[in-house]
Antibody, heavy 122, light 107 residues
Framework: EVQLVESGGGLVKPGASLKLSCVAS????????MSWVRQTPGKTMEWIGDIKYDGSYTNYAPSLKNRFTISRDNAKSTLYLQMSNVRSEDTATYYC???????????????WGQGVMVTVSS | DIQMTQSPASLSASLGETVTIQCRAS??????LAWYQQKPGKSPQLLIYGASSLQDGVPSRFSGSGSGTQYSLKISSMQTEDEGVYFCQQGLKYPLTFGSGTKLEIK
């Protein structure tokens, strides 16, 4: 059974940094590109970025690439999201998810964790 | 960025009714579309990928169709457990983008 367990969220002040973790099990973590997706309290879904299976390449949403960094440790089957200089608009539930490909060209998310809440407030 | 316009924003349906949700992409996404269901307090769950491929374990009353820029999700006979929010997502180009969601309720 695929399991994705996110952690590291909580209440943080604007301008602070925070690192989220996601421990994966039930599949071969090192075979998959992995992604972070967030959902605002208003239910808007936003893709944050992804990382290649070996950690050698990342892609980010343009609006976030200067503040967010995705990394992974395949030995620990763990995905990370380093968030810096957080803002109130970063308040959201953060999900990690492996990426599957349709037809070899279109990415989609077939497994989701329970998510971790991040609240940015002074 | 590819914009995903989803409609309607909300709808209510009676038990057994057929429900259709639309998603329009701002450019051709070559069937690179997925649909997700999110029940209250839960994580999203994949229903459809590749515009029309049903994810394992998803009831057959769910179906997806479309091509080019226009796609739809159909629920052939609304059940109480189908209440929730439905999202479309394009996976063709970075950044991957989602529709704004459709809230589906029982009438």
């Amino acid at each position: 059974e695929v399991q994705l367990v996110e952690s590291g969220g909580g209440l943080v002040k604007p301008g602070a940094s925070l690192k989220l973790s996601c421990v994966a099990s039930g599949f071969t973590f090192s075979d998959y590109w992995m992604s972070w997706v967030r959902q605002t309290p208003g239910k808007t879904m936003e893709w944050i970025g992804d990382i290649k299976y070996d950690g050698s390449y990342t892609n980010y949403a343009p609006s976030l690439k200067n503040r967010f960094t995705i990394s992974r440790d395949n030995a620990k089957s763990t995905l990370y999201l380093q968030m810096s200089n957080v803002r109130s608009e970063d308040t959201a539930t953060y999900y990690c998810t492996p990426i599957s490909l349709y037809g070899g060209y279109s990415g989609y998310f077939d497994y989701w964790g329970q998510g971790v809440m991040v609240t940015v407030s002074s | 960025d590819i914009q995903m316009t989803q409609s309607p924003a909300s709808l209510s349906a009676s038990l057994g009714e057929t429900v259709t949700i639309q998603c329009r992409a701002s450019e051709d996404i070559y069937s690179g579309l997925a649909w997700y269901q999110q029940k209250p307090g839960k994580s999203p769950q994949l229903l459809i990928y590749g515009a029309s491929s049903l994810q394992d374990g998803v009831p057959s009353r769910f179906s997806g169709s479309g091509s080019g820029t226009q796609y739809s999700l159909k629920i052939s006979s609304m059940q109480t457990e189908d209440e929730g929010v439905y999202f479309c997502q394009q996976g063709l180009k970075y950044p991957l983008t989602f529709g704004s969601g459709t809230k589906l309720e029982i009438k």
